[in-house]
């Protein structure tokens, strides 16, 4: 039986990426995607998602409509920076049709616990945006962290400098308490974050090969990443190219080789100047348990060609 995946996104350029990635990758199956906030509002993520499956060629995955706040907030609003690197509408203000479909009527929590108890050891979980939706799911039902397979997050940084201040990551800052909650509920969880994230980069070089392949979908992915990029070299001159954060959260999610990982309990802080900043857990150094794994080195090469011949096959495949 293939790896189930759900992919929990707030749809902008790099969590798109995660999508195409898994949807070229023949290996698994994904069975849904859980929208949330961040670079975008959820009924923008929600409309994003719908949209790009629908053009990728794969409109039977169902989209559940997450969280549109933090545990302790009331209210999100997409930041300026947000809608600088992934444009308005999240995928690079480039234009692809809506969807006739719409989202299903069960919650995001509700199909995570649902699917949980379903798949069990079979289900990876892959949030590449705020941990809203599955601290929502372990607080309604806290037994899936002992039942489900893993938990692969894009967001932390461990031995790099955050990128929303000296410390923190920015999915993690969209909602520090939920992620303390999953590193410290004892479910399995591998944080990947820019650690190894910000060694991934693509170039326009690379988008050239998409577009050259000529579909709607490969142009649509090639304009998305060429915004992207541009954006990257107002806010990191120094890369030479964009980040693949999500996909490769989500590659790992696949093929947990393609990362060396340092098994270590965690926790995030909440308070603060610190809060937002993912660190190793002092109450539980010693716990010969250790439920969460951070990935600290990455095959860049290997990852990348993956990366492109994957995504390269899904766009080519949808006519």
Known sequence: MKKKIILDLDTGIDDTLAISYVLGSPEVELIGITSTFGNVLVDQGIRNDLAI?????????????GESHALKSDSFAVSEVSAFIHGKNGIGDVEIPDSPRKAETESAADFIIESVKKYGKDLTFVPTG?????????????EIKDEIGNIVIMGGALTVCGNVSPCAEANIS???????MLFRSGAPVTMVGLDVTLQTLMTYKDSQQWREIGTPAAKFLADMVDFYIKAYETTSPNLNGCGLHDPLAAAVAIDPTLVTTLPINMKVDTEGELRGRTIGDNDRLNDPNKTMKVAVGVDKERFLHEFMTRIGNVAAAAK
């Open 174 to 180: 969209q909602d520090p308490e939920a992620c303390d």
């Open 53 to 65: 499956t629908d053009l990728l060629g794969h409109p039977e995955v169902p989209v559940y409509r």
């Open 130 to 142: 705020a941990e809203t939706n599955i601290a929502t799911a372990l607080k309604k039902a806290p």
